[in-house]
């Protein structure tokens, strides 16, 4: 019984690089978002994604990617990593608010940019 | 747009003693609304959450929440706190046919011996 599953839990980049954190869910559920979690800022959302193939952004989607070509997979892609991407970041799934609503969340990956 | 306000940042309690986490949020209709729990270096995990009919609604771990949309709050309360409660406390809103969460950001809830 998996649920959310993101890998990898740390990362150390230098800045200027990329790299595709990896998200996947298996209970099959619709919704799919990224946050990133800073100190006394919550979380916030990066992108999120109603379903395969459809993405939208979220509250800071400036220097990351996402594409969802699968139900269970959503992958978010840092282009050219900076120091202020420097965070935790969580994976959630949800299915829609009439079948559940809550979302579950995935142990987070810590990244550190230098 | 939803938001979410919680107003404290750091809460201390003392074992054994009860506990009253606060939420206010700001949304036109009625949203939906959760608490979430982070303890150091997890995830989230889902405490309780509130979508319609009764306003007090029971969650895991002995927490309770009241709904009141008179004063657009959902606090969360505890009759008696452990030592293991410490952690991270999130409240979020969901608006109608929502496919996202709005989080606050955050109260640090410390136990004292």
């Known amino acids: 019984n998996a649920g959310v599953t993101q890998t990898p839990k740390f990362q150390v980049l230098k800045t200027g690089q990329s790299m595709t954190l990896q998200c996947a869910q298996d209970?099959?559920?619709?919704?799919m978002s990224w946050y990133r979690q800073d100190p006394g800022m919550g979380l916030r959302l990066i992108h999120y994604s109603v379903g395969a193939g459809i993405t939208d952004q979220g509250e800071v989607p400036n220097g990351y990617n996402v594409s969802r070509s699968t139900t269970e997979d959503f992958p978010l892609r840092l282009l050219s990593a900076a120091p202020s991407q420097t965070s935790v970041y969580f994976c959630?799934?949800?299915?829609?608010?009439?079948?559940?609503?809550?979302?579950?969340f995935g142990q987070g990956t810590r990244l550190t940019v230098v | 747009a939803q938001s979410v306000t919680q107003p404290d940042i750091h809460i201390t309690v003392s074992e054994g003693a009860s506990l009253e986490l606060r939420c206010n949020y700001s949304y036109g209709a009625t949203p939906y609304l959760f608490w979430y729990v982070q303890s150091p270096g997890q995830g989230l995990q889902l405490l309780l959450k509130?979508?319609?009919?009764?306003?007090l609604v029971q969650g895991i771990k002995g927490f309770e929440a009241e709904f009141k949309r008179s004063q657009s709050s959902f606090n969360l309360r505890k009759p008696s706190v452990h030592w293991s409660d410490a952690a991270e406390y999130f409240c979020?809103?969901?608006?109608?046919?929502?496919?996202?969460?709005?989080f606050g950001k955050g109260t640090m809830l410390l136990v004292s011996p």
């Open positions: 959630a799934s949800s299915s829609r608010p009439g079948q559940g609503g809550e979302a579950f």
């Open positions: 209970m099959n559920h619709e919704y």
């Open positions: 979020a809103v969901g608006a109608s046919g929502y496919s996202t969460l709005t």
């Open positions: 509130y979508f319609s009919g009764d306003t």
